[in-house]
């Protein structure tokens, strides 16, 4: 035989034929996702401070129309990304939230204490310390910006220490990033949106009544929920709220119920099983679904079936993550984390407040938040200590916490009108969440052993 040992020839078999739960799909996506935005963030920066650096900025800064007839809207390429594709991140930000509300970390209030408390504490602190430096000044209006962590920067570190850190710690922190994001959702809704047309706003909040009653009456094909959604984030953008608001609303309607029960399914599977048998049977027919029609309906049925005991929540989810991880951070991160080192003065901006504020929110402030919202929690036993984490483990998550990249930068393009405020800014999210990420990983390197794990 040429191939004596057939798992010499397939070594990866084993591997990709494994059934994987929700949460180690997420955490296997995450883990790359955040080292194709580590590498899309440093091809940026090299983009930037090259020779192509002004043609790659003026790239972003051309406009893009698109419509029919009248309905037409005109954006610039860099407000296309962040308005429109970034709607799918927080569409699907919005989906993780209500699963994990539903039946994950969030789903009960012991559970959920903990990872909200640290959330809470680990946006609060890092504003305070924002403020201390740039209150009264035209800057005040970044606060927001160390509010927030990204999460696939966050699990990525903490999964190259997988095998020094309880699994909990990775499901404790993926739960405080996820309720840090919905905070960070509301913080835009609230404080970083002017000028609100009440005609397109009340329009839009009639497009979320009808996906609401689409909810309601049972519809789970995905197809008239994004028809809907997308009018409703039209409309959003035109309000003056931010458009991507949209995409957390369209999340919350998606139904988490599937047409199916389990026991229908059952008996579904049981009764096409039946026919199938008797088709594989008849001597007379095909044996083959391509030239026996009763053969791929079957086949057609219990895939439909499959379809059908699966919520549209997740398989919308399931669908979408791949794209937003690899294909719309990406782009966010090519077309906002650029910053030419050239035409800036480093010296002169790491001393600026915005820059000292950002990194001091997010560093030591992320640091002191999180900590001390964890401790507030577990001390008043409103909530408890995840199975097999101690202390150490969660100070190094806090340490983690203070990396801010994507919403970090979503936020400060929207707090400031003055672009060296920005640029400010940008050094300063750059430096701290590499600084946070180098602390968090010798932290947990050198407080946890595989005895923790």
């Given at each position: 035989m040429l191939f004596p040992n057939k798992k010499l020839l397939y070594p990866l078999e084993p591997l990709f034929g494994q059934i994987l739960s929700p949460f180690e799909r997420f955490l296997r996506r995450t883990t790359a996702g955040g080292i194709v935005l580590i590498a899309t963030s440093i091809l940026t920066l090299l983009i930037a401070n090259s020779n192509w650096?002004?043609?790659?900025?003026?790239?972003?800064?051309?406009?893009?129309?698109l419509g029919v007839g009248e309905w037409t809207l005109t954006l610039t390429l860099h407000h296309w990304v962040n308005d429109g594709l970034m709607?799918?991140?927080?569409?699907?930000?919005?989906?993780?939230?209500?699963?994990?509300?539903l039946v994950g970390e969030l789903s009960s209030i012991q559970d959920a204490a903990l990872p909200i408390g640290a959330a809470i504490g680990g946006m609060a602190v890092p504003a305070l310390v924002y403020m201390a430096f740039n209150a009264g000044t035209p800057t005040a209006s970044g606060w927001g910006i160390p509010m927030a962590t990204d999460i696939a920067f966050a699990i990525g570190i903490l999964v190259l220490l997988a095998w020094r850190v309880p699994r909990s710690l990775i499901i404790f922190m993926t739960a405080l990033a996820i309720a840090d994001d919905l905070g960070a959702v509301f913080v835009i809704a609230l404080f970083y949106t002017h000028g609100i047309d009440m005609t397109a706003l009340l329009s839009a909040g009639g497009m979320l009544i009808l996906l609401v009653l689409f909810n309601r009456g049972g519809i789970r094909h995905a197809l008239p929920y994004v028809l809907v959604g997308a009018i409703m984030w039209y409309l959003t953008l035109k309000s003056g709220l931010h458009a991507t608001i949209a995409g957390i609303l369209l999340a919350l309607c998606i139904p988490a119920r599937p047409a199916f029960s389990p026991a229908q399914f059952d008996q579904r599977l049981k009764e096409l099983s039946g026919k199938f048998h008797i088709v594989v049977l008849d001597p007379n027919t095909p044996d083959t679904p391509l030239s026996n029609h009763r053969m791929a309906t079957i086949a057609e049925n219990v895939e439909l079936a499959a379809v059908a005991v699966q919520p549209p929540l997740q398989r919308m989810e399931h669908g979408l993550s791949a794209w937003v991880t690899f294909l719309v951070i990406p782009i966010f991160a090519l077309a906002n984390a650029g910053i030419d080192f050239s035409s800036i003065n480093i010296g002169r901006s790491i001393g600026?407040?915005?820059?000292?504020g950002v990194m001091a929110g997010l560093v030591?402030?992320?640091f002191v938040g999180i900590s001390l919202g964890s401790w507030l929690v577990i001390k008043s036993a409103l909530g408890r200590m995840p199975h097999g984490m101690n202390w150490r483990h969660l100070t190094g998550a806090a340490w983690l916490g203070g990396i801010g990249f994507t919403m970090s930068l979503f936020i400060g393009g929207m707090a400031f009108s003055d672009p060296q405020h920005f640029e400010d800014a940008k050094l300063g999210i750059l430096a701290s969440s590499l600084l946070a990420a180098l602390i968090g990983l010798a932290w947990l390197y050198v407080g946890s052993g595989k005895q923790d794990a």
């Open positions: 650096g002004s043609a790659f900025h003026y790239f972003w800064e051309q406009p893009l129309t709607a799918l991140f927080f569409l699907l930000v919005g989906l993780e939230i209500k699963r994990e509300i600026e407040p915005v820059t000292l030591i402030g992320k």
